[in-house]
Structures are given as C-alpha cells and as structure tokens.
C-alpha cells in the first residue's frame, strides 16, 4: 500500500511539474509611452496576451500611449499570460462647472482652479454688491450649474463692482443704443 500510495504521488508531482511548466518564463518586455497598436504587436512576439483595462486623461500626455502595464517589464511570466494595460485617453477631459453664482470672486476662483481652470478672464460690471459672481462663460456662452467644459479652457467670470446694480447697468447701455440709432 505504502508503495502504491509512493507511486502515485510521484506520477501526480511529475505531471504538475509538466502541466505548469515549472521553470518555464519569458521576461515581460516594456511597452509604456507606446501606442497601443504597437505595445500589442511586441507583447505578441514575446507570447503574451494584452489587455486595456483602463483609460486616464494625463495633462500633456500622448493620446493612446500606454502610460502603465502590469506586470512590470522586466518581470518573468508564463507563456501565453496576459498583461494589462492603462492608457492615455484619446478624449480631452471634461470638466461639470459648479454653480458659483453668488458666490465671491476669491471663492470662485479658487475653485475654478481646483479644478483645473487657471485660464481665467475677469470681468467687471456695475451691480449692487462689489466682488460677487454674476456668471461664467465658456466662448461667449453663459455656463449653467453642472455644464461640462474641456479642462484648462480659458473660461469668462462677470464679477460685481459695486455702485448700481447689472440691470440698471443694461438698461442704461440699451437706452443709450436707441439714442445713437436715431441720431
């Protein structure tokens, strides 16, 4: 029994060591800064399989560039393994604008650049309250709460200066339009 029970745990450890191909490895070549296309093309002719399983916006990065791979390169890896790659988003980042209406002109800013914006125009109108957000605007067109704009664009703050408020301010520009037109 002793014997039989020797036997068969020799046949078992023989056939593992050949099922999982004990000291059998290839070195997992470095693909980061390239394109996808052709991080696949070498990890193929090393026998490994890839995978992308994430994409990141990078501020100056590469769109479509691997920027992260695991396993390491250099590490050693079965045949046929696959390795996972992270890439640069070809898309540029979008980012919702909070509601700052109200808000101060420090507050905001502050935040707009919390956010990535550091693009900032500022401009002033007469309104009843000094230094108090009226509006933000991305090309001309007025942002609402939660409207998405590419990263570090170059966005337009309408701050309060004091003294009389923005309605007052239009209608008195408006008025002063007609009188130009019929003169």
Same mark, same amino acid.
């Given at each position: 029994?002793?014997?039989?029970?020797?036997?068969?745990?020799?046949?078992?450890? /023989?056939?593992?060591?050949?099922?999982?191909?004990?000291?059998?490895?290839?070195?997992?070549?470095? &693909?980061?800064?390239?394109?996808?296309?052709?991080?696949?093309?070498?990890?193929?002719? =090393? @026998?490994?399989?890839?995978? #992308?399983?994430?994409?990141?916006?990078? @501020?100056?990065?590469?769109?479509?560039?691997?920027?992260?791979?695991?396993?390491?390169?250099?590490?050693?890896?079965?045949?046929?393994?696959?390795? /996972? +790659?992270?890439?640069?988003?070809?898309? #540029?980042?979008?980012?919702?604008?909070?509601?700052?209406?109200?808000?101060?002109?420090?507050?905001?800013?502050?935040?707009?650049?919390? +956010?990535? /914006?550091?693009? #900032?125009?500022?401009?002033? &109108?007469?309104? =009843?309250? =000094?230094?108090?957000?009226?509006?933000?605007?991305?090309?001309?067109?007025? +942002?609402?709460?939660?409207?998405?704009?590419?990263?570090?664009? @170059?966005?337009?703050?309408?701050?309060? =200066?004091?003294?009389?408020?923005?309605?007052?301010? #239009?209608?008195?520009?408006?008025?002063?339009?007609?009188?130009? /037109?019929?003169?």
């Amino acid at each position: 029994m002793i014997a039989v029970s020797l036997v068969l745990v020799a046949v078992v450890l /023989f056939i593992l060591n050949i099922y999982t191909k004990h000291d059998e490895s290839v070195t997992v070549p470095g &693909v980061k800064g390239l394109q996808v296309e052709e991080a696949r093309g070498i990890l193929k002719s =090393a @026998t490994l399989e890839c995978e #992308i399983v994430d994409s990141i916006f990078v @501020t100056g990065g590469v769109p479509g560039a691997v920027i992260e791979q695991t396993p390491k390169e250099q590490s050693k890896v079965k045949e046929g393994r696959t390795i /996972f +790659l992270t890439i640069q988003a070809k898309g #540029i980042q979008m980012v919702a604008i909070p509601e700052l209406k109200d808000y101060s002109r420090r507050q905001a800013e502050a935040q707009l650049n919390s +956010l990535g /914006f550091d693009k #900032i125009i500022i401009d002033e &109108v007469p309104s =009843a309250y =000094a230094g108090i957000v009226i509006s933000i605007s991305y090309k001309g067109k007025e +942002l609402s709460s939660n409207q998405k704009v590419p990263k570090g664009a @170059t966005l337009r703050m309408t701050v309060g =200066a004091g003294g009389e408020s923005y309605q007052d301010s #239009i209608q008195e520009q408006d008025a002063k339009i007609d009188e130009s /037109f019929f003169e």
